[in-house]
């Protein structure tokens, strides 16, 4: 198993300064591991824009590397030229590049529709000041016509100037596996990193996964309902399950893991610790 691969952490806005302390604790526990870089979610219709600015702030102050979500749909190009600029000033080099959803009651989608229009638009105004990210669904977006189309349409997002991307999180490796393999087979070599969310509450978990469209597979939907209100088990369970993904998409060549951390440090670091990657 290579574990030189680098990893990445996620985190998502805090809405008061006793939250935003919390998380600065969290980025330091962290970042003992020596992260790629922090990245920092984006509401729907920029709803935590301020919150992003904020954060990434604090992670850039610190001393790390961190990557702003930017999600387009509902702006303009004015809108969306202005943050470039501020995080450029902010000294940011990395930008995860999302269509993202509008906020419940709005339906004005804004000057972009596509997540491959707001990638163009960032290379045609910044050159290649930023290293971008899309997103990757190996378990196929769950608004997409079909597994072709979402691939397409994935291809698209790479074509038009993104450096990689990361994953949904998924619990099958096979998945993106086959996933990796259609890329292959399309003409796209560039990297994408699997997206994982560590299990610490299964009701959560299933929540988010109807959201988003990952699978969570029936014999662990089953094991993980059986404990209940088990918070322990759940979390044990979890983490020997996720450790194991991790592992196996190691030694089949993923380069590289992206945590969604949901701003808490421990399960993360156990995994981690499961799979030798250590603290320098």
């Given at each position: 198993?290579?574990?030189?691969?680098?990893?990445?952490?996620?985190?998502?806005?805090?809405?008061?300064?006793?939250?935003?302390?919390?998380?600065?604790?969290?980025?330091?526990?962290?970042?003992?591991?020596?992260?790629?870089?922090?990245?920092?979610?984006?509401?729907?219709?920029?709803?935590?824009?301020?919150?992003?600015?904020?954060?990434?702030?604090?992670?850039?102050?610190?001393?790390?590397?961190?990557?702003?979500?930017?999600?387009?749909?509902?702006?303009?190009?004015?809108?969306?030229?202005?943050?470039?600029?501020?995080?450029?000033?902010?000294?940011?080099?990395?930008?995860?590049?999302?269509?993202?959803?509008?906020?419940?009651?709005?339906?004005?989608?804004?000057?972009?529709?596509y997540a491959n229009e707001l990638v163009e638009f960032i290379r045609a105004?910044?050159?290649?000041?930023?290293?971008?990210?899309?997103?990757?669904?190996?378990?196929?977006?769950?608004?997409?016509?079909?597994?072709?189309?979402?691939?397409?349409?994935?291809?698209?997002?790479?074509n038009a100037g993104a450096n990689g991307a990361i994953t949904q999180y998924?619990?099958?490796?096979?998945?993106?596996?086959?996933?990796?393999?259609?890329?292959?087979?399309?003409?796209?070599?560039?990297?994408?990193?699997?997206?994982?969310?560590?299990?610490?509450?299964?009701?959560?978990?299933?929540?988010?996964?109807?959201?988003?469209?990952?699978?969570?597979?029936?014999?662990?939907?089953?094991?993980?309902?059986?404990?209940?209100?088990?918070?322990?088990?759940?979390?044990?369970?979890?983490?020997?399950?996720?450790?194991?993904?991790?592992?196996?998409?190691?030694?089949?060549?993923?380069?590289?893991?992206?945590?969604?951390?949901?701003?808490?440090?421990?399960?993360?670091?156990?995994?981690?610790?499961n799979i030798g990657i250590s603290p320098e």
């Amino acid at each position: 198993m290579n574990l030189q691969q680098p990893i990445s952490f996620e985190f998502f806005p805090t809405k008061t300064a006793e939250g935003a302390e919390k998380l600065a604790l969290v980025r330091d526990k962290l970042s003992v591991l020596n992260p790629l870089y922090y990245s920092v979610t984006y509401g729907a219709g920029g709803s935590t824009q301020d919150g992003t600015i904020n954060t990434v702030a604090s992670i850039k102050k610190a001393g790390h590397s961190a990557a702003p979500h930017l999600s387009c749909i509902g702006s303009t190009r004015e809108s969306i030229k202005s943050i470039l600029d501020l995080f450029i000033n902010q000294g940011v080099d990395r930008i995860v590049a999302l269509r993202g959803d509008l906020p419940s009651g709005h339906r004005d989608v804004g000057e972009f529709r596509y997540a491959n229009e707001l990638v163009e638009f960032i290379r045609a105004e910044t050159g290649d000041h930023f290293h971008i990210e899309v997103a990757a669904y190996p378990e196929v977006h769950p608004q997409a016509k079909n597994a072709q189309t979402d691939l397409d349409n994935f291809i698209r997002k790479m074509n038009a100037g993104a450096n990689g991307a990361i994953t949904q999180y998924f619990f099958n490796v096979d998945s993106y596996l086959y996933f990796i393999d259609s890329c292959v087979k399309a003409g796209m070599d560039k990297p994408v990193i699997p997206g994982i969310m560590p299990i610490t509450n299964y009701s959560r978990l299933a929540g988010f996964s109807d959201m988003c469209g990952a699978e969570i597979p029936r014999w662990l939907a089953k094991r993980l309902e059986g404990y209940g209100d088990d918070i322990d088990s759940i979390k044990a369970l979890g983490l020997e399950v996720i450790s194991k993904l991790c592992e196996n998409l190691l030694a089949e060549g993923a380069p590289g893991l992206h945590f969604y951390t949901l701003n808490q440090s421990k399960t993360t670091l156990d995994i981690c610790q499961n799979i030798g990657i250590s603290p320098e």
